[in-house]
């Protein structure tokens, strides 16, 4: 039995909107140095946490949790596409273990997932097909959104399960920090945009997806020179975070109303519960210690980028 945890922020504005050079190469590094470790580590197994940006969770159904049984990246913002190394029994006992232990998590046989899963995989693993893989959906921007408390408690119950395996097991939570990038939303979409996120967005035309991505390109762009454009980074808010994490404090979040989140990190914060998940499943093994922990506020990102890593204490 042996567990390693790596929670890493991503954006898909990497290689389109950068920041100085000095700053890249300090990522890079960050993201190298942890990507040697997991390395050392050899998982056999990885379990990864993410969200998903009306890629491949719609509201014709929308869960809270969603557990693959296969998946497959689609390829967006120039992130690796194709299949995802799922081990299916596996998978399937996983969310039967989580369902007997009162988490209600839907389960998907055709999961679609975009940059968010892929790129933890290619930064940290070197591609996303070289270690099997658990994808788990968190939905962290189609409200009504789970809790802090839910994502919490399901990270505890997919620990437990992990705990019992034969295999050393990778935990990587996926999301941003404090970020709010144009992300539409039902409330205030137009037919068309409505009918994309009620399920016909799953498979955009090539122009269509462009587009989007352009707006996106020119969102950051215009976040760089006005940081009010978009709701406005919160790196105290991001540092106050990670200490949470990092102090074994997961519990303490869960009375932050989804909308207090909102208002102190931006809408798209949510994505932390991804963070709180791993560090939930890892919590399930006993008493851990976090190293290596790296943070900068990117605007060209739009994102609080973060980045660290954890594993039990001995």
């Not at 919490?152 to 990778?170: C, K, N, P, S, T």
């Not at 105290?236 to 519990?251: C, I, K, N, Y």
């Not at 519960?273 to 560090?279: E, G, H, R, S």
């Amino acid at each position: 039995m042996s567990v390693y945890l790596h929670c890493l922020s991503h954006t898909p504005l990497i290689g389109h909107v950068d920041p100085a050079p000095a700053v890249v190469a300090e990522v890079d590094a960050t993201i190298a140095a942890a990507r040697e470790r997991i390395a050392r580590f050899d998982p056999e197994l990885v379990i990864l946490f993410s969200p998903d940006h009306y890629n491949g969770f719609f509201y014709d159904i929308m869960p809270s949790f969603c557990i693959g049984m296969a998946a497959r990246a689609i390829g967006d913002f120039g992130t690796a596409a194709g299949e995802l190394p799922v081990p299916q029994a596996l998978a399937e006992d996983c969310a039967r273990s989580v369902l007997a232990q009162g988490i209600d998590a839907a389960v998907s046989y055709r999961m679609q997932v975009d940059h968010g899963f892929a790129q933890p995989l290619e930064f940290l693993l070197g591609g996303i097909d070289r270690v099997p893989v658990i994808p788990v959906f968190i939905n962290s921007v189609a409200v009504p959104l789970p809790s802090f408390q839910r994502a919490r408690l399901l990270g505890e119950a997919i620990g437990r399960f992990a705990r019992r395996l034969d295999q050393r097991v990778l935990l990587i939570g996926s999301g941003g920090l404090s970020h709010q990038p144009p992300v539409p939303e039902l409330a205030t979409a137009n037919e068309h945009l409505a009918d994309r996120l009620k399920g016909s967005g799953r498979d955009l035309p090539a122009a269509e997806r462009e587009a989007r991505t352009q707006r996106v390109i020119a969102a950051a762009r215009g976040f760089v020179e006005d940081q009010h454009s978009l709701y406005p980074l919160n790196p105290e808010w991001d540092r106050q975070f990670m200490a949470t994490l990092a102090e074994g404090r997961l519990s303490e979040l869960d009375g932050l109303g989804n909308d207090d989140l909102s208002a102190l990190a931006g809408k798209s914060a949510n994505e932390v519960k991804t963070w709180v998940a791993a560090f939930a499943a890892l919590s399930a093994y006993g008493p851990y210690g976090v190293d290596h922990g790296y943070y900068r506020a990117i605007p060209e990102w739009i994102a609080g980028f973060g980045s660290i890593s954890a594993a039990p204490l001995r």
